[in-house]
Structures are given as structure tokens and as C-alpha cells.
């Protein structure tokens, strides 16, 4: 049976949703005391889950700074999602082997609702169940270990995720490469369904032209925006 978390390990989990969410961006500072203040605890918890998040590599410690949500360059997300593609493929495999009754159910009604917000066309709402369409994957491979590492690999990209989601037409794209991946998991392919979900996964040819433009530089993915600027030091993010 799992221990329960510490307070330090829930304060690192809420701000890590925080992260992966969007409501803390990079460049943005997390001042200790603001954060004690927000969770109602002391500071000591709250700079123990910081130092949880920094050995993650989502925020580092500077000095004389504290701790500030970090920002990838476009090389390490573009390393990050080939090594996601590889992990989500490798669930897709196992999945495709090893789904119960109940979880092909599952991943129908999940494909069906990501269907249905795909059509109402916003990305954000889209992306929520979208997240939860690779959960019911992650499970099906019935691999525990996997399922956390892919889990930690995809919410250290979440941000950027999200941000691909914005392009235009990629929503449809997205929910149509969805519905490919189901049709291999639901006829028990574990090939077609492994390549499916790196195909899916990888950004690749256009895509990967986009998503490089969007990005340009590493000041784009690092900096927050013009609109933060004044609220670093205190962060309004909310559970």
C-alpha cells in the first residue's frame, strides 16, 4: 500500500498541475511566502516541494531569485517529444495487447467526448479530455512503471502541448490521428497501433516546420508574457 504524501509532496504536486495547466509560466517566480500564504502552511513545506520541483526541472533555484519556473529551449522540447512518442507507442503496443473489455469502453467514450469538443472548436477545453483519452492508453499497457514515466515525460511538455494545439486545423488533425489509434487498439494491431501513436506523437514534416516558427527562438518558450511582467513575485495561480 502507498504512503500517504507529505504536505511538501502535495504542495509539489498542486504547483506542478499549476505548471503543466499554464497558470504558472516560465519565467515566473514562486515566492515562498506568497505560496505559504495561498496553501495556509509554513515556509518549510513550501521550499521542500520546490526543491521536489527543481530535481523534476521544472523550476530552478537561483540565487538572490528563489525559485523560477523553468522554460525549455526549442532543441529540448523537440529531444522531449521524440522521447515521448517512443513511450506513448510503446503503451499503445502494450495496450493494443492488453486492454480489458471495460477499457476499450472507456477509451470509446473518451474518443467520443474529444470528438465532440474537437467539433466545438476550442483548444484549451479540447486539450483536458485529449489528456485524458492518453490516460486510458497509459493504463491499458497495464505497465505501472511505464505509465509513470510517460506520465512525466508528457507533463513536462504539457505547456508546449497545449501551445500545438493552437495551430490552425490541428485540433481535427489531432482527433482524426485519434481515431486511427483507436481502430488498431480496438482490432488488437499492437504495429499499427505502436506506429499510429508515434506518428501521432512525433512532430513531423509541416508540423514540425510550424511548431519550430511558433517557437523560434528559446526567449519565446522561456520568457512570460508582456502581461506577467508586473506579477512575477506574486504569482495569482489557482488550484
Known amino acids: ?21 499554464g497558470r504558472a509560466l516560465p519565467g515566473m517566480r514562486l515566492d515562498e511566502q506568497v505560496l505559504a500564504q495561498r496553501f495556509g502552511t509554513s515556509r ?7 526543491k521536489m520541483l527543481a530535481a523534476q ?8 531569485q528563489g525559485a523560477v519556473v523553468v522554460g525549455l529551449d526549442v532543441r529540448q ?7 515521448m512518442a517512443v513511450l506513448e507507442g510503446l503503451c499503445a503496443r502494450l495496450a493494443a495487447r492488453r486492454m480489458t473489455p471495460a477499457e476499450r469502453a472507456d477509451l470509446m467514450a473518451v474518443h467520443g467526448e474529444c470528438q465532440r469538443l474537437a467539433a466545438a472548436g476550442d483548444p ?3 486539450y483536458a479530455m485529449n489528456t485524458r483519452f492518453h490516460e486510458v492508453i497509459y493504463a491499458g499497457s497495464h505497465n505501472r ?7 512525466r515525460v508528457r507533463n513536462r511538455l504539457s505547456p508546449y502541448r497545449r ?21 488498431a487498439l480496438l482490432e488488437g494491431d499492437p504495429d499499427r497501433a505502436e506506429n499510429l501513436m508515434r506518428r501521432h506523437i512525433g512532430i513531423q514534416g509541416d508540423g514540425l516546420s510550424d511548431f519550430v516558427s511558433n517557437m523560434s527562438t528559446p526567449q519565446a518558450v522561456s520568457s512570460p508574457p508582456p502581461a506577467l511582467a508586473g506579477t512575477l513575485g506574486r504569482p495569482t495561480i489557482v488550484r
Do not use: W
Not at 522540447?77 to 522521447?83: D, G, P
Open 1 to 21: 500500500m502507498a504512503l500517504p504524501e507529505t504536505r511538501s509532496e502535495q504542495l509539489a504536486r498542486a504547483l506542478e498541475d499549476d505548471i503543466c495547466a
Open 44 to 50: 518549510t513545506p513550501v521550499r521542500e516541494a520546490l
Open 57 to 64: 526541472g521544472f523550476v530552478e533555484i537561483r540565487p538572490r
Open 77 to 83: 522540447v523537440l529531444e522531449l517529444f521524440e522521447i
Open 124 to 126: 484549451d477545453v479540447y
Open 145 to 151: 512503471q511505464l505509465e509513470e514515466e510517460t506520465r
Open 163 to 183: 501551445n500545438q494545439l493552437h495551430q490552425l486545423g490541428r485540433v481535427a488533425k489531432s482527433v482524426q490521428e485519434h481515431d486511427d489509434v483507436v481502430r
